[in-house]
């Protein structure tokens, strides 16, 4: 069953250029799917223009078979927002945040508790959501996603600004989720993140799909396996399809220091592919 589909989903903001240009992509119910693209690629637009925080002019959206352009209220509770610099209300606890959002959407207290632990927000709980750091808002604003236990959930770079070791706790938090059912639509500019949560992901630029694989998958396509081979303190790289004859030879005279056999990275890759890093400015 598809839990998400776009259907030539565009967006200007000016009038000139397309921030999402003719977007058209399908996501399977369970999966988790990524958008892989450097800043200003148009990723959190899309997210805007999937859960209608604004409406596209042409285009079509459907979560769970609902077109998102007659969706009502009651609909949001079965899917979950979490934007990076979301606006959290500063002057209540974190524990309100939460509390105030579970409420509007018929959730209750235990929920709350499960997810402050879940999130290892439990010991602030009651401090000042404005006082928190920047991994601790954004845990909270996915904590405030997660609450409602959303069949669909959309996070624009849900790890932006943690510490690597929270990160990691966060994407754990999230692989369980969708372990238990819930599919996942995110963005990420970090090819880290999208390889280790991702079922499938698009690269993404200038609005539009360029690519569209899974992990493995892309590294079988483009990725070049590379063996390197130090010999009298210089470095000779060889790749797969390139004349090993040398590489045999060096092997057979044992006169090395050290071998190393690399697998091409997803951003290596994505360069290839796209023409451009993920990093650098929008
Ligand atoms: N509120 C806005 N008003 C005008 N232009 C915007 C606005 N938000 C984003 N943009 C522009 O739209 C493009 C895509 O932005 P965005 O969706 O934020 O990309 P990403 O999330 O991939 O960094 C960029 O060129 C950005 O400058
Ligand atoms: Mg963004």
Same mark, same amino acid.
């Given at each position: 069953m598809?839990?998400?589909?776009?259907?030539?989903? #565009?967006y200007s903001y000016d009038g000139k250029s397309n921030a999402v240009d003719q977007l058209t992509f399908q996501v399977e119910k369970g999966e988790v799917f990524g958008f892989l693209g450097p800043s200003g690629a148009g990723?959190? @637009? #899309?997210?805007?223009?999937? @859960? &209608?925080?604004?409406?596209? *002019?042409?285009? &079509?959206?459907f979560i769970l078979g609902q077109d998102m352009s007659k969706a009502n209220h009651s609909f949001y509770k079965k899917i979950g927002i979490a934007f990076e610099n979301d606006v959290l209300y500063p002057t209540l606890t974190g524990y309100e945040n939460l509390i105030f959002h579970a409420k509007l959407f018929g959730t209750g207290e235990a929920e709350v508790n499960d997810i402050l632990k879940k999130m290892d927000?439990?010991?602030? &709980?009651?401090?000042?959501a404005g006082e928190y750091s920047k991994g601790m808002?954004?845990?909270?604003?996915?904590a405030r996603a997660l609450v #409602?236990? *959303?069949e669909v959930l959309f996070m624009d770079e849900p790890t932006s600004g943690m510490d *690597?070791?929270?990160?990691?706790?966060?994407? /754990?938090?999230? =692989?369980?989720?969708?372990?238990?059912?819930t599919t996942m639509f995110l963005t990420t500019h970090d090819m880290n993140e999208a390889e280790k949560l991702c079922d499938r992901i698009a690269f993404f630029n200038n609005g539009k799909i360029v690519e569209l694989d899974t992990p493995e998958s892309y590294k079988k =396509?483009?990725? /070049? &396996?590379?063996? #390197?081979?130090?010999?009298?303190?210089?470095k000779h790289t060889f790749t797969q399809d390139g004349d090993l004859t040398s590489l045999l030879a060096m092997i057979g005279s044992k006169e090395f220091e050290s071998i190393h056999s690399q697998e091409a990275s997803l951003e290596e890759i994505f360069i290839k592919v796209v023409g451009r890093g993920l990093k650098g400015g929008a």
């Open positions: 598809i839990a998400i589909e776009a259907k030539g989903l #565009t990723k959190s @637009t #899309t997210i805007r223009l999937l @859960t &209608k925080l604004i409406a596209p *002019p042409p285009g &079509k959206v927000l439990y010991k602030s &709980k009651d401090k000042k808002k954004t845990r909270l604003v996915l #409602t236990n *959303p *690597p070791e929270i990160a990691a706790y966060v994407r /754990e938090v999230i =692989r369980k989720m969708n372990q238990k059912g =396509r483009f990725g /070049e &396996k590379t063996v #390197t081979i130090e010999q009298s303190g210089k």
